[in-house]
């Protein structure tokens, strides 16, 4: 009987055995640690496991930084400081134009407005570059932020600075520094987690670049360096404010409208005469420049002249020493807090009233209301009520407005104070004051109610007009050449009362009839009328 289908021998047929059970024990054990693919399956290996799978490709766009539960609360956390942001920004636009309540800067709100927009054009940028990170961005915002720094410090050391932006200002400056050291955060933070990714999903950093990455570097590096250079020049913008708070005013300034803000008020010479009798005041408005600039150097010399013995003046709110007021500002509205400010100081009158352009409707507001204490109008080439729509015209409201937000720059002031060695008075009331924020927010708000409130409270103020009251008009002979309306106004504001003692026109004056030496006599000669009678 053939024996070679049979082992030879016990052992050989226990191995065949022991084979037969480890492949029985093999298969269950993968029947028991295999699954099929549902969803709770991991798409990539956690970190313990990610060494025993094969890498990936760097192109992968599994290899992401937002895996990383860090990066998505950095990125939540700066979605959230960008929707507060916005929110400031629009209150800051806001005021520009309806002052909020507590929202109220006494220098202007172009400075706050341009602190709210750095940090928010910089968490914008950190946001639609989030994913690529990039160190000359992080280097500009780091420069960024020592500069706000600055700003801060410099706003809150100088009590003029400080007392102008209030908190408004220094939060809006204090906020744009934090945003701008989050930036640097945020994309540090980044970097890390792209590094961390590349390490764990391709076994090493990614060095290379995409083209689509190396422009979107170029792009935040570009508008990151724009915000670094509108800063530095508000820095140096701020720096002038800080050298000219230097300067003192000539007068006082006193707290008006509920001690929301202070008017600037000058006056010179004695209150009353030989007699005991109180002093007639010539008080002036000034037109569409300060009162220091011009007419305060002729009041002098009138005075020197013996035309009057006393004179006063104030800065309209935003003109010079005084400060903004809130949004919005009418004729009537600056017509009480001059009265204001005149009763804090205890001045009583008895006022003649000398003012020029625009400066005009002021004063005629005024006189409405202190008709008994007015013993003359003097109004020198007065701006009409029915060109008021000149001085409320859209497009030159819109340029004031612009003017306004690129105002911190400086990109007049700074040139002009480097080259041209312009001082600290010419840039508070001289030629250069037109390029302050104050100055040019006092003039929006003019514009923005021209047609509107302060063109009805100056037709009702000629209404109740007391019509005893003696006017002179001084009118420029080239102004009249050059507007074909204008002498049909001037001829119209002779009869705002029944008392007209004079209506001269200058042939060589311009608008500022007091440039001119025959301007000059001509109104002295008029005042000295005024106040004798």
């Not at 001059?338 to 020029?356: F, I, M, Y």
């Not at 005009?360 to 003097?378: D, P, T």
Request: glycine content about 6%; hydrophobic content about 40%; aromatic content about 8%.
């Amino acid at each position: 009987m053939s024996t070679k289908n049979w082992p030879h021998n016990g052992h050989e047929a226990s191995d065949h055995g022991r084979d037969r059970d480890d492949l029985a024990v093999g298969r269950s054990s993968v029947d028991t640690h295999y699954h099929e693919p549902d969803e709770h399956t991991r798409l990539l290996p956690n970190r313990v496991d990610s060494t025993s799978i094969s890498y990936l490709s760097p192109d992968d766009p599994a290899v992401s930084p937002y895996n990383l539960w860090t990066v998505r609360l950095v990125r939540a956390i700066t979605v959230i400081a960008t929707c507060i942001t916005f929110i400031w920004w629009v209150l800051m636009l806001v005021s520009v134009f309806v002052t909020p309540p507590g929202l109220h800067a006494r220098g202007s709100p172009f400075f706050a407005f341009s602190y709210t927009t750095v940090a928010l054009i910089t968490l914008i940028t950190s946001l639609l570059f989030f994913a690529v990170p990039s160190q000359p961005a992080r280097v500009v915002s780091i420069v960024t932020a020592v500069l706000l720094l600055v700003d801060v410090i410099m706003m809150l050391a100088v009590e003029k600075t400080r007392h102008e932006e209030l908190w408004v200002g220094v939060a809006s400056v204090t906020w744009a520094t934090l945003m701008a050291v989050w930036a640097v955060a945020a994309d540090r933070t980044v970097q890390w987690g792209k590094t961390e990714e590349e390490e764990r999903l391709t076994g090493r950093p990614e060095t290379r670049r995409t083209l689509l990455e190396w422009v979107q570097v170029l792009l935040s590096s570009i508008m990151l360096t724009l915000v670094s250079i509108i800063v530095l020049l508000t820095t140096c913008t701020l720096t002038l404010r800080a050298l000219d708070a230097r300067v003192a005013p000539p007068g006082e300034r006193y707290w008006v409208d509920e001690d929301k803000y202070q008017i600037h008020l000058f006056c010179s010479g004695p209150k009353v005469d030989a007699h005991g009798n109180r002093t007639t005041t010539v008080l002036f408005e000034g037109g569409e420049d300060a009162v220091e600039h011009g007419l305060w150097q002729f009041a002098d010399n009138a005075v020197k002249n013996g035309s009057i013995a006393r004179y006063c003046f104030a800065d309209r709110p935003g003109i010079a020493w005084s400060d903004a007021a809130p949004s919005p500002l009418s004729a009537s509205m600056a017509s009480d807090v001059l009265s204001q400010a005149l009763a804090r100081a205890g001045e009583k009158g008895p006022w003649v009233l000398a003012s020029a352009g625009i400066g005009s409707l002021y004063s005629r507001v005024f006189s409405s209301r202190h008709g008994q204490e007015v013993r003359g109008l003097l109004m020198i080439d007065p701006l009409h009520e029915d060109l008021l729509e000149r001085v409320g015209a859209p497009g030159r409201g819109f340029r004031l407005w612009l003017q306004g937000v690129l105002s911190p720059c400086g990109l007049d002031r700074i040139p002009a104070a480097i080259l041209r060695h312009r001082s600290a008075r010419d840039r508070i009331y001289g030629g250069s004051a037109y390029q302050s924020g104050g100055v040019i927010f006092a003039k929006l708000q003019e514009s923005l109610v021209a047609t509107s409130l302060t063109r009805r409270d100056v037709i009702s103020s000629r209404t109740i007009q007391y019509k005893t009251t003696p006017v002179v008009v001084v009118t420029s002979g080239v102004q009249l050449r050059k507007d074909s309306e204008w002498e049909s106004k001037q001829r119209d504001l002779t009869h705002l009362t029944s008392n007209l003692e004079k209506w001269d026109i200058v042939d060589q004056a311009p608008h500022q009839v007091w440039q001119t030496l025959e301007g000059r006599e001509m109104i002295e000669k008029r005042l000295r009328r005024l106040v004798s009678l």
